[in-house]
């Protein structure tokens, strides 16, 4: 995959320039290019990863090809809670699937999101690991696992073929935004 299938996976879930984003499990930073190419100068994301090294080659990355986005980078385990502000996007691009557990963890995140802010998920359409993706999760799965930790109306995005796996998605799902009285 290139830059142009990174921003083709999740486009269709960032709805406006600009806003507050955290990118979690950023690793050398593919969709967090992907991000900063959709959300534009004004933007704000956080991206975070628990590898410093990987962080500092996407600093190197981001700064040479959108100098403008700006990026403030922490290592931290998303799996621990997270010192970031109420965000209007998430996104997770292939680092879910590291959690074996990961209700505990989503419910936390999503506490993170503004009302009606949305949650990017990429990931390997398949129920079954291995040892480099060890406990991935199908379209299917996450929109269970979706609505059981608080988001709503996930759906997906797109979907690219994958050697590894078989395929690649994209979804999106939604924080609630509370009812309106009367
Ligand atoms: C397969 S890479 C994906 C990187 C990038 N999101 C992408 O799609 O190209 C997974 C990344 O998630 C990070 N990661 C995995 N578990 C994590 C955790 N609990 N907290 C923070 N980072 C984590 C790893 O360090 C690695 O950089």
Redesign the pocket.
């Known amino acids: 995959m290139d830059h142009a299938d990174h921003v083709y996976l999740i486009q269709n879930g960032i709805p406006a320039a600009g806003g507050e984003w955290a990118?979690?499990?950023?690793?050398?930073?593919?969709?967090?290019l992907a991000l900063a190419d959709l959300l534009g100068p004004g933007a704000i994301i956080h991206s975070?990863?628990?590898?410093a090294g990987?962080l500092r080659a996407q600093r190197r990355a981001m700064e040479a090809r959108f100098p403008a986005v700006s990026v403030r980078y922490q290592v931290?385990?998303?799996?621990q809670p997270l010192d970031l502000p109420p965000l209007d996007g998430l996104l997770m691009?292939?680092?879910l699937h590291?959690?074996r557990d990961k209700a505990p963890t989503l419910r936390r995140l999503v506490a993170l999101l503004k009302p009606g802010g949305r949650l990017v998920l990429?990931e390997y359409n398949a129920d079954r690991g291995n040892r480099w993706v060890p406990y991935p999760l199908s379209y299917e799965t996450w929109r269970g696992l979706a609505e059981r930790c608080g988001l709503e109306g996930t759906r997906l995005l797109a979907t690219v073929p994958s050697r590894f796996l078989g395929e690649i998605y994209a979804a999106l799902s939604l924080r609630p935004r509370p009812q309106g009285r009367g």
């Open positions: 990118d979690l499990g950023s690793g050398q930073g593919a969709f967090t975070v990863d628990r590898d990987v931290a385990d998303f799996a691009a292939n680092s590291f959690l990429v």
